[in-house]
């Protein structure tokens, strides 16, 4: 798999996967990541932005369906949301770890 770094908002699925990743699943790694840094909303925007069902976006993340050429655009949006919330959790847990350090 390739990376999103500095890819900005929009991710083409061919800058991020390999010919070899299609019709495999996602590698583990990357779904623990998804699941942690996703919501079952970003799965539904997701799956209309994409034309994809919210179950075959389920599916591939939670490796029980492989990734396509078909189902990759949508993998990449769920990726680049996932990258987004990731910033936004550490923002969040910063600012915890300061409330909570002054009580």
Same mark, same amino acid.
């Given at each position: 798999m390739g990376? #999103? *770094?500095?890819l900005g908002p929009f991710l083409k699925s061919e800058l991020i996967f390999k010919e070899e990743d299609y019709v495999k699943h996602i590698n583990e790694r990357l779904?623990?990541?998804? $699941? $942690?840094?996703?919501?079952?909303?970003? +799965? @539904?925007? #997701? @799956? #209309?932005q994409g034309n994809v069902s919210f179950s075959t976006i389920r599916d591939v993340v939670y490796r029980t369906n492989s990734l396509t050429k078909l189902n990759a655009n949508a993998i990449s949006l769920l990726v680049h949301a996932a990258f987004?919330?990731? +910033? @936004?959790? *550490?923002?969040?847990?910063e600012w915890d770890i300061l409330y909570l350090g002054n009580l």
């Open positions: 990376s #999103i *770094k500095g779904s623990k990541v998804l $699941r $942690r840094n996703t919501s079952k909303n970003d +799965f @539904a925007n #997701i @799956a #209309i987004g919330n990731s +910033f @936004a959790y *550490k923002l969040q847990a």
